[in-house]
T-cell receptor, first 110, second 115 residues
């Protein structure tokens, strides 16, 4: 089975940086996805890591340490529209499904 | 930009009724999925579908559920006899290939309310 742990909620100020941590345990490992989900909407893809290290994509970066079962999503220069839930989804070795964590709700304040 | 579409956006039904949720995946995608999200809870995998058959399903996907690709474009989820606890947002997703880096594209969802 899979065990995914991420904080429930974080609050940050517009223009600041926020780091969302995710720890996971999976049966095998075939990459880790981060998705963004605004309230009432579908998840949208943000990033994918399969090797250790940092992947940077504009204001968003994602880091992976496979040996520690740990990833984080870094959001820089926060904007009000970044207020959303951020879902960590490690992919196990078997099958193609995504198993999502409970999500971290980020609230950006002016 | 191609996108996954779903109909209807909202469905209200009486307990015990059958519902069919419809999805049109992205046209060159080969793998299709259904997920659900009960209000305030996490997104949960239901079933994956490839080459006209189910490739994986979760414990949630019991005999009340079925999926079908009736033609070259539609992908449907049927719930035979709905229960109150089936009330949720149902998301369809598709991806080009199943292994490695293949992001899943999600449709906007169907909100199912069972009364």
């Amino acid at each position: 089975g899979q065990n995914i742990d991420q904080p429930t909620e974080m609050t940050a100020t517009e223009g600041a940086i926020v780091q969302i941590n995710c720890t996971y345990q999976t049966s095998g490992f075939n990459g880790l996805f981060w998705y963004q989900q605004h309230a009432g909407e579908a998840p949208t893809f943000l990033s994918y890591n399969v090797l250790d290290g940092l992947e940077e994509k504009g204001r968003f970066s994602s880091f992976l340490s496979r040996s520690k079962g740990y990833s984080y999503l870094l959001l820089k220069e926060l904007q009000m529209k970044d207020s959303a839930s951020y879902l960590c989804a490690p992919k196990g070795a078997a099958g193609n499904k995504l198993t999502f964590g409970g999500g971290t709700r980020v609230l950006v304040k002016p | 930009e191609p996108e996954v579409t779903q109909t209807p956006s909202h469905q209200v039904t009486q307990m015990g009724q059958e519902v069919i949720l419809r999805c049109v995946p992205i046209s060159n995608h080969l793998y299709f999925y259904w997920y659900r999200q009960i209000l305030g809870q996490k997104v949960e995998f239901l079933v994956s579908f490839y080459n006209n058959e189910i490739s994986e399903k979760s414990e949630i996907f019991d005999d009340q559920f079925s999926v079908e690709r009736p033609d070259g474009s539609n992908f449907t989820l049927k719930i035979r006899s709905t229960k109150l606890e089936d009330s949720a947002m149902y998301f369809c997703a598709s991806t080009r290939g199943g292994q490695g880096y293949n992001e899943q594209f999600f449709g906007p969802g169907t909100r199912l309310t069972v009364l």
